[in-house]
């Protein structure tokens, strides 16, 4: 079985999130799996948002991946965003490393494992919404008991030699702001303007980087590895301060009503990414008390998550990417969030681990190359092999 023709099918499959209709992409997964002897249930959770789990597994493991993507413009790429191209060593398309390669490959090792008569030992399950927060998706599934709590490889892209085992915690605040208004060649005498209140409480937000936070040495010494490996997959040569500080991002503010009026009104959309440490609740206590004229009204939270980088299951999947990539493997924390936030909040063990070029994720000329494709495959396989024997896991 060609994982990099499964790749290309996939990525020619438009799922763009939004609006969010993966009912096509689902159903070829469907049929896949059906050719298999592999049953599923699909849910429709509304407006084609699609998602699949296979039944009969008994063991402990969950393989997992999101057909959802982001969108795409015509513009600027090599190939058009779905064609599907496969070129130069890669497959080219809008998902082709987020996430439908790692989808690719967790197809290809459950057909591989199949056609050997064997019974699959893993539960699969596709998602319809992992780009908007997945309220549609895992989520959905969590919430009416489609799966239960076990260990969970995730084939979110990550570097080649590096599982990710945890992430930084989420906060998104939507503020509206309240001025009073006044003839603007007056102000700042006279009037208060919604958008410079705005502007004030941003400045502290800005100030909250500067804070540290009391962090195990255990864990500082993950983030000191981690900080490595962002400097060389990334050039950011300040990983340790993403991973160890408030991160943030006024994603989109919009306010005033005329250019010469001291504006009345002004909302700002707010996501902070939260390190290890720091108290989410005082944080946005905070930058309520200095949101003067500002009120939250809708506040969205997720704590900052780890699997325990000892634990047996861990242990299985950087031995199974030491065998296929050699070198130093080493498990690694991620600033970014994805479904794993609640996968963790719900019991599950969880890693990420999967096949992609991180720097064209979300961008123009999104690829993945033909060989980690492979690569991922033996080692989805070797996983598969590891708990189809349960006697190595405690």
Known sequence: MDVSRICAELVAIKSENPPGDTSEVIEYIRNFLDARGIVATVTDTGSGRCNLVTRGSKKPLLLCGHVDVVPALEDGWTHPPYSGTREDGYVWGRGATDMKGGCAAIL????MFVQESRELPATLAFVCDEETGGEWGIRYLLAHHMISPCDCLIAEPSPA???????????????????????????PTIGVSAIMEAMEM??????????????????????????????????????SDILERVTYNPGVIAGGEKVNIVAQHCTLDLELRIPWGCSIPDLVRDIRAHARHGTIFNETTHLPSFTDPDCDFVRIVCR???????????????????????????????????????????????????????????????????????????
């Open 161 to 187: 030699r590096h599982p990710c085992v945890g992430q930084k915690g989420l906060c998104r605040l939507d503020l509206k702001f309240t001025g009073t208004p006044g003839h603007g060649s007056l102000y």
């Open 320 to 394: 199974e990417v030491e065998r296929v990539w050699g070198g130093d493997v080493f498990p690694i924390l991620q600033w970014a969030a994805s479904d794993a936030r609640h996968l963790r909040g719900s019991g599950f063990r969880v890693i990420e681990y999967g096949p992609g070029e991180l720097s064209t994720l979300h961008g123009t000329n999104e690829r993945i190359s033909i060989v980690s494709l492979e690569k991922a495959v033996n080692i989805y396989r070797g996983v598969l092999n590891a708990y189809d024997k349960t006697s190595e896991l405690s």
């Open 108 to 111: 290809t090792a459950c057909d």
């Open 202 to 239: 941003l400045a502290y937000v800005k100030s909250l980087h500067d804070r540290e936070f009391p962090i195990d040495e255990k864990l500082r010494e993950i983030i000191r590895h981690s900080s490595d490996v962002f400097s060389e997959e990334f050039r950011i040569y300040e990983g």
